[in-house]
């Protein structure tokens, strides 16, 4: 869990490298207070990795990665990256940018590179001199309610999943997988897939509607923080679609998320303008433009 004792001074870090006059390190559980205040001053993009360290620590086997930072020679941070299956980064200085892409080249299991366009477009630049190649790439907008929500008709059934339920949302949520990366969850990493399916509903992080034993509804909350909540895997069953029951249920899940938090975020495809329409309806607005890259399993990294 997160820890937020003294970091160790200068002369005890693990510095990885030196470049272009910044210092690249792993971090450690010390880190976390440092490292969640530089987060802090992007909450909206920074939710995923902020979500990470107050759940799990910076050092988890549940983060699928490594946090690394990168500092000045006087030791300010001027960069934080996730770097695993998952490499989110997040830098105040192109340098930093392209000394955390050094790092990130040198792991062999990257699933996705995922941030704003241009900061993505720069770390890529430097990423792809090991030789990387993109599997696929894909252009995402991302969106963002804040109170207040305007109110419909309240829907009772929506409510957190229970453990029993995991059997409805994994098909679901492997399909949305698939239909993101071409990768299905249940066939590539199948009780990897289940634990983390379990672990959000065990957190009450799967929200649900379930009718007569079939799901409905589906909605996970991925991120959250005191100031953002970032929401994937929103799903309606198909028979139930064009009813105006998705905007009942964005509103009713909206009201109930904004108790305890500031805002709710979520990325659309750029191409899903029916998507894009939808949640501008339900009171979302455009922030930012995101570029998510997938990358080949198992390729090896050229050095």
Known sequence: ?????????????????????????????YDAAEVLEFLAQRPIHTVAMMSM???NGLVSAFNRGTFYGCRDLNGKLEGVALV??????????NRALAALAQVARQCPNTHM?????????DFWSHYNEA??????????????LAL????????????????????????????????????NPLQVDPEGFRQRCLRRIEQGRTWVLVVNNLLVFKADVISKTPEVIYLEGIWLR?????QNLGKRLMSELMRRLLENTKSVCLLVNE???????????????????????FLPRNEPVQN
């Open 271 to 293: 191409t899903n303008e029916w998507a894009q329409g939808f949640y501008r309806k339900c009171g979302f607005n455009f922030r930012a433009t995101y570029e998510t890259i």
């Open 148 to 183: 207040p929500v305007e109110g419909r008709e309240p829907i009772a059934g929506l409510r957190p999943a229970t453990v029993g339920e995991l059997t409805l949302v994994m098909p679901v949520q492997a399909e949305l997988a698939y239909a993101e990366s071409g990768i």
């Open 113 to 121: 590179i995922m941030g704003e366009k241009e900061r993505v477009a």
């Open 53 to 55: 360290i107050h759940d």
């Open 238 to 242: 198909e028979d139930c679609r064009n």
């Open 131 to 144: 030789g990387r190649k993109q599997r696929l790439a894909c252009r995402e907008w991302l969106f963002e």
């Open 84 to 93: 695993g299956h998952a490499t989110l980064m997040e830098t105040v200085s």
């Open 1 to 29: 869990m997160l820890q937020t004792s003294t970091a160790p001074n200068a002369n005890e870090r693990e510095i990885m490298f030196t470049f272009e006059s910044v210092q690249v390190e792993r971090l450690t559980n």
